[in-house]
């Protein structure tokens, strides 16, 4: 059974998370760890459990999200991965830098575009399913784990909110069919865990997420 350890960043208050199975193997998705304080605490993680690194991905390449990238792969000797629809907007580290009012250098670690859509990340004995759901970003995915009906969500999808459509890559018709045509499909009792935000179920979602069809998008 695959299992979710969810790790809420202080700085910009995203969720990182690592999944695992009774193998010991594990993935880190969506590596938002700015300080040394928030980085100890994933690696404190994974050590204690003794779990083997296999995999660094991303759901899309907002800084937020990507900030911890060069640690964990020279840490652990994973290289990050995403979808090729965020091939500029990961080359555009210091423009999202100067966004978020960011004074140091960051150190870049660009990512491998391996993540397309219906590819199988295979770790342990599990599986998660690429969904590519563009719209908050052009490259943005969701993680699917059918056997145990877990969907990590990105800012694609969160608890009666959806991401914005208003930052560079953004379109709010194409987010909003993302998320009807390819996760309200989904089984009703699937679990979103976020990229911001509690989790939530496609239930939940489908039956009071007035976003996720709304002229008004925000996050």
Do not use: W
Request: aromatic share 8%; proline share 3%.
């Amino acid at each position: 059974m695959m299992q979710v350890k969810c790790f809420t960043m202080k700085t910009y208050n995203e969720n990182t998370y690592i999944v695992y199975d009774e193998t010991n193997e594990c993935i880190l998705i969506d590596c938002g760890c700015k300080t040394i304080d928030e980085r100890l605490q994933i690696t404190h993680f994974i050590e204690s459990k003794n779990l083997k690194v296999c995999g660094l991905l991303c759901t899309h390449c907002h800084l937020d999200h990507t900030i911890g990238n060069a640690f964990f792969s020279y840490r652990y000797n994973v290289h990050p991965e995403a979808n090729e629809g965020d091939r500029r907007l990961s080359e555009m580290t210091n423009y999202q830098a100067i966004a978020l009012g960011l004074t140091e250098e960051i150190e870049e670690y660009q990512p491998i575009f391996t993540l397309e859509d219906d590819v199988i990340v295979k770790f342990g004995k599990s599986e998660l399913h690429v969904i590519h759901t563009p719209g908050h970003t052009q490259g943005s995915v969701c993680f699917y784990n059918e056997a145990d009906h877990i969907l990590i969500s990105g800012d694609t999808l969160m608890k009666h909110l959806v991401g914005a459509s208003n930052l560079p890559g953004g379109r709010q018709k194409t987010l909003q069919e993302s998320i009807e045509k390819r996760l309200f499909v989904l089984p009703d009792d699937v679990v979103v865990y976020p990229g911001h935000g509690e989790t939530t179920t496609i239930g939940e979602e489908k039956n009071n997420n007035t976003f996720a069809t709304a002229a008004s998008v925000r996050h």
